[in-house]
């Protein structure tokens, strides 16, 4: 019986575990550049005086695939929020263009080179995985797992 308990209770304990460690903490605002696909680098510091959602995504994610038109909506419709999704993913651009042809974001597309992701946050520790950044570029708020536009609005509007 107290082995059928531990078996059922391990899966949430990881959970917990994980969600415990999703802050994306920083005591400084976060800055680094990433290669916009079939584009120019991209720092995060041009954003500065505008609420930043990172979304780090992979082609096969099919959650992922889901937030992709709400984060466009959200991207399109707010003046002060910048959505920039960061693709984590070790595939060739043939294979990104065929995927954004299909889904057809309306935001920056960043390259992320997974086996050297960009510090502070690293590797995510789940997909999808969105970290906002406050105006002044600090974190302040990580979904792991799927997020809506709605949940994203009402975050920042509440601050």
Request: with cysteine.
């Amino acid at each position: 019986m107290v082995i059928r308990l531990v078996k059922l209770a391990l899966p949430g304990l990881l959970l917990l575990t994980l969600l415990a460690r999703a802050a994306y903490e920083s005591d400084a605002p976060v800055d680094f550049s990433l290669q916009q696909l079939h584009g120019h680098v991209v720092s995060l510091a041009d954003y500065r005086q505008q609420w930043v959602v990172l979304n780090y995504w992979a082609t096969w994610c099919a959650p992922c695939r889901k937030e992709i038109p709400d984060l466009s909506a959200l991207h399109e419709a707010r003046g002060d929020i910048t959505v920039l999704g960061l693709a984590y993913e070790d595939t060739d651009l043939e294979n990104f263009d065929a995927f954004l042809a299909e889904f057809k974001p309306s935001y920056p597309i960043l390259l992320v080179d997974v086996y050297a992701p960009p510090e502070p946050f690293g590797a995510p520790k789940a997909l999808p995985t969105t970290v906002i950044l406050d105006p002044q570029g600090y974190p302040v708020k990580t979904y792991l797992g799927p997020v809506t536009r709605e949940t994203i609005e009402t975050f920042i509007d509440a601050q």
